[in-house]
């Protein structure tokens, strides 16, 4: 059976980072408003979703930091491959035994009929152990078709389809590696 410590865990690397922590977006309102009202913005049109409860955490979407167990690699060469520029991108790593399992949980993600939100059930969270992310490590296939097939002007989202850490919490800046893909 695998250990946390063979996990590693990925964020794509943020724009004017402030202070020594990475903050969940609701703990950068009052800290650096002027950063909140940028990365705000990413939920227009998805205000359903920046509104949803991470069930098993007990807070609110904008209280946890999102991970992905997903390593950015091939999502960025399925990208690459229907022909799209990618500039190189820079993602942090992390230990995934640096997270403390009672503050993390892995969401599975649900597609949305229609482009509608539909809101989390209970049995779209996993607990925050090695068997699941070994279970949610690699990239799903639907994922890499649909980024294979992204259209030229869409957003580069990697993860929307992706399973996601979840963590209540903040990550010291000195926890964090970094790859270049």
């Given at each position: 059976m695998p250990a946390l410590s063979e996990f590693t865990l990925y964020h794509r690397v943020v724009r004017d980072v402030r202070g020594e922590a990475l903050l969940p977006?609701?703990?950068?309102?009052?800290?650096h408003p002027d950063v909140y009202a940028r990365e705000a913005t990413k939920y227009a049109g998805r205000e359903e979703l920046a509104a949803?409860?991470?069930?098993?955490?007990?807070?609110?979407?904008?209280?946890v930091l999102f991970f992905s167990p997903v390593h950015p690699g091939p999502l960025l060469d399925a990208v690459r491959e229907s022909g799209r520029e990618v500039p190189p991108l820079r993602f942090w790593t992390l230990r995934a035994d640096a997270l403390?399992?009672?503050?993390?949980?892995?969401?599975?993600?649900?597609?949305?009929?229609?482009?509608r939100y539909t809101p989390p059930l209970p049995d779209d969270y996993a607990p925050y152990d090695?068997?699941?992310?070994?279970q949610v490590s690699e990239p799903?296939?639907?994922?890499?078709?649909?980024?294979?097939?992204?259209?030229?002007?869409a957003p580069l989202i990697l993860w929307s389809d992706v399973p996601h850490v979840l963590y209540r919490g903040t990550i010291p800046l000195s926890a964090?590696?970094?790859?270049?893909?």
């Open positions: 977006l609701n703990a950068l309102r009052d800290t949803e409860r991470a069930l098993p955490l007990e807070c609110g979407w904008g209280d403390n399992p009672a503050r993390a949980c892995v969401k599975r993600v649900r597609p949305w009929p229609g482009g090695a068997p699941t992310l070994a799903p296939v639907t994922t890499l078709k649909r980024l294979r097939t992204l259209p030229p002007h964090l590696g970094e790859v270049r893909l």
